[in-house]
Structure formats: structure tokens, C-alpha cells
């Protein structure tokens, strides 16, 4: 009769010689984190990818060895699980890292506008998730549209004009103010939806740098678009959720949450009441590394 032994994180069992790592268990551990690199594939729609997720936890030495080869490719493993597959998201000095850089030249951003296109993705995770409890929710379901993200960055950019005023803070453009106290200065002035003859919105207008940020997130498997109201609306998916609780600690994000233009209601993202003297767009309804 053998004793059942339950092992805690710091004292693993020793392998045993019938138990070692074959190529076949690598391949499949490499596999796995390879599913984890497309992040549009649902694990509910490929059945090895199921296969795999179950492996992962039910064999404690195939999830060593998975956490292993996403270690060597510079990943971090945020949560593997049938309801968001294997989420990673890459190291600072990972080959899978996308820089706020390349992400620019990948939209045609002017270097300029690096800031605003790092503030328009740190505004769609503060709407999304508005409050802690909605971040430690599996269940929940952020909703967020490009309209509404550029009206929730005006109205912040406001608060943040109010304060330095009262703080009788310099409000002329500061190009090495940190924070978001440079970033206001700059989106309020920009154009919301700038003017082309087919009515499209430009690149770089606010509305246009929102409308590259949710499109890489769909892109990247973190938004899902649910509609075409308010210039694109889109529902939050669990990988997103990970990624921002990732990044939730962040002093930007703090601070932006801080200024109170999201209300703590019922959990459902919502917009205070514009000041009259605001010009909101009509109908208003972070993942990168430095």
C-alpha cells in the first residue's frame, strides 16, 4: 500500500527514470505554446489545442515543461485554461515583443504621436475595466466603443486642465512633461475626426489613432468588434482581461483612473455627463513595451 502524497509548488517530486522528458513531450509542449501565439484561436474550436490545455493540467511535468519553453522564447504565462487557452504575453527582451515604436510604424504614425497612440491604448483598458473587481471577474465583459474612448480621453484631458490650473501649472505644451499631464495637451487640441470629402476619418485625427488601437487589439486577440455604432464598438475577451491585469499596477493607468470621469456604478462603463463646454464626438457611447 502506497501513501498518496500532495505536492505544494516548492517541493516537487523528483522525475523518475521512467518518467524523463522524450522529444515527443517537448514537441508537444512547443505546440502548445505555439497555439498560445495565435491569440484569434478559441481552444473550444481545435481539438488538439483541448488536448493539450488538459494535458497541461492534469500532468504536472508536461506544465513544467510548456512554462520551460515559453521561458526560453522570453513569454510570461498569465493563465492557461479552456476559457483563454494558453495566455502569455512576451518579456521586455522577448523576440515577441511589440514596441510602442514598431507599433507605430506598423500604423504609419507619425513618431510625434507615439504618446497618443500609448494613451489611446491605456484609455481603452481604463473604460474597459473601470474598476478592480471587474479586472478579478472572470465572468465580466467590458464594452468599449471608439467614440466613447475618444470622449472619456477628452473629458480626462479636461480634469487634467482643471488640476493644473489650479495648481497654477504652466499650460503650454511641454514636450518633456511625464506622464499624462503631456499628453492632454496635445489630444484636446487634435481633431476628433478631422475632414476628408467622403466623410472618412483621418489617420491622425483622435478618433482615427482609437480606431489603430482597437483594430490591433482585435488584430491581437484581446477585442472582439461586436458593431458598427459610435464609429466601431467592440466587447473585451479573457485574454485582454489577463493582459490588463498585467498592467493594472501602472502609474498611468492609476492615475487615469484617479481622475474620476469613469463613476463606480453597477460595473458598467459609463461617461459623466459632458460639460457644456466640452466638445465630445457625438453619439459617445496598454500592451506594448517603451
Not at 497555439?35 to 473550444?44: D, E, H, R
Request: net charge negative; aromatic share 6%; charged share 25%.
Amino acid at each position: 500500500m502506497t501513501e498518496h502524497v500532495e505536492w505544494s509548488e516548492t517541493e516537487a517530486p523528483a522525475p523518475s527514470a521512467h518518467a524523463a522528458v522524450t522529444p515527443a513531450d517537448a514537441a508537444d509542449a512547443a505546440r502548445l505554446v505555439a497555439f498560445g501565439l495565435q491569440p484569434k484561436l478559441q481552444p473550444a474550436r481545435d481539438q488538439e489545442y483541448t488536448d493539450l490545455l488538459r494535458r497541461y493540467r492534469e500532468d504536472p511535468a508536461f506544465a513544467r515543461l510548456a512554462d520551460a519553453v515559453a521561458t526560453g522564447l522570453g513569454l510570461i504565462v498569465l493563465e492557461v485554461s479552456p476559457r483563454a487557452g494558453m495566455a502569455v504575453t512576451a518579456a521586455e527582451d522577448s523576440v515577441f515583443a511589440v514596441r510602442m515604436g514598431d507599433y507605430a510604424r506598423r500604423t504609419s504614425a507619425d513618431s510625434g504621436d507615439r504618446f497618443l497612440h500609448g494613451l489611446a491604448h491605456l484609455a481603452v483598458a481604463a473604460l474597459a475595466f473601470p474598476r478592480p473587481e471587474d479586472l478579478a471577474d472572470d465572468g465580466y465583459i467590458g464594452r468599449v466603443s471608439v467614440n466613447g474612448v475618444d470622449a472619456f480621453v477628452r473629458q480626462a484631458c479636461r480634469r487634467l486642465e482643471e488640476r493644473a490650473e489650479e495648481q497654477g501649472e504652466n499650460t503650454d505644451p511641454a514636450s518633456d512633461a511625464p506622464g499624462l499631464e503631456a499628453a492632454w495637451r496635445i489630444w484636446v487640441r487634435r481633431s476628433a475626426t478631422g475632414a476628408t470629402k467622403d466623410a472618412r476619418r483621418l489617420a491622425g485625427s483622435t478618433t482615427g489613432i482609437v480606431g489603430k488601437a482597437v483594430a490591433f487589439l482585435t488584430d491581437s486577440g484581446f477585442l472582439q468588434r461586436t458593431g458598427d455604432d459610435n464609429g466601431g464598438t467592440y466587447r473585451t475577451t479573457a485574454r485582454y482581461q489577463l493582459q490588463v491585469r498585467d498592467m493594472a499596477g501602472s502609474a498611468a493607468m492609476a492615475e487615469l483612473l484617479e481622475l474620476g470621469v469613469v463613476p463606480v456604478t453597477d460595473g458598467t462603463p459609463t461617461l459623466l455627463p459632458a460639460d457644456e463646454t466640452d466638445e465630445l464626438v457625438a453619439d459617445a457611447g496598454l500592451p506594448f513595451h517603451s
